[in-house]
Antibody
Framework: EVQLVQSGEEVKKAGESLKISCEGS????????IGWVRQMPGKGLEWMGI????????RYSPSFQGQVTISADKSSRTAYLQWSSLKASDTAMYYC?????????????WGQGTLVTVSS | QSALTQPASVSGSPGQSITISCTGT?????????VSWYQQHPGKAPKFIMY???NRPSGVSNRFSGSKSGNTASLTISGLQAEDEADYYC??????????FGGGTKVTVL
């Protein structure tokens, strides 16, 4: 069974840095793309970016380019989403999800979500 | 890169059919057959229910169907059931190595 397990809830202050994680099960982790999706409180889904852990090729939505960094460690089957300086507007639920391809992502499997709360 | 346009809400009675639209441009929905749909119940992670416009993943009810005409994709739920009450999101490839979601539609079963 495919599972994506995300790191736990985070409560941070504006200006702090943060790195959240998404660990995949199985030995095919490097054959799929892992994407990140933001959902602000009471709002819709936003496509942030996607990475191929096999070679770390990464694509960002223009809205998130330069605002976050997506990375992966194929040896630990883990993808990461990080911020160097959080803002209150980064408060949201963040989901990772797996797609078989980059062109026309199909997020077939999702993590449980990581809630990030940033106070000003 | 703007979000795709979905109606904020759609409602129907049990047993009825409803259709949710997802409107983009010729640069996304209209340009590629890479439209997916997701269902999200309150407090839960989204669930993948349709891909490449009209293909259902294994295990998804055949009451869900997808189509596309021009720059608008649609998800139809037939034989509406109480469990279908949820938020629904479309997404489309944008041709610049990224995808974009729609704003979401709340489906209410009356």
């Amino acid at each position: 069974e495919v599972q994506l397990v995300q790191s736990g809830e985070e409560v941070k202050k504006a200006g702090e840095s943060l790195k959240i994680s998404c660990e995949g099960s199985g030995n095919t982790f490097t054959n799929y793309w892992i994407g990140w999706v933001r959902q602000m409180p009471g709002k819709g889904l936003e496509w942030m970016g996607i990475i191929y852990p096999g070679d770390s090729e990464t694509r960002y939505s223009p809205s998130f380019q330069g605002q976050v960094t997506i990375s992966a460690d194929k040896s630990s089957r883990t993808a990461y989403l990080q911020w160097s300086s959080l803002k209150a507007s980064d408060t949201a639920m963040y989901y990772c999800a797996r797609s078989p391809g980059r062109v026309g992502t199909r997020f077939e499997y999702w993590g449980q979500g990581t809630l990030v709360t940033v106070s000003s | 890169q703007s979000a795709l346009t979905q109606p904020a809400s759609v409602s129907g009675s049990p047993g009825q059919s409803i259709t949710i639209s997802c409107t983009g441009t010729s640069s996304d929905v209209g340009g590629y057959d890479y439209v997916s749909w997701y269902q999200q119940h309150p407090g839960k992670a989204p669930k993948f229910i349709m891909y490449d416009v009209s293909n259902r993943p294994s295990g998804v009810s055949n009451r869900f169907s997808g189509s596309k005409s021009g720059n608008t994709a649609s998800l139809t739920i037939s034989g509406l059931q109480a469990e279908d009450e949820a938020d629904y999101y479309c997404s489309s490839y944008t041709g610049s190595n990224t995808d974009v979601f729609g704003g979401g539609t709340k489906v209410t079963v009356l």
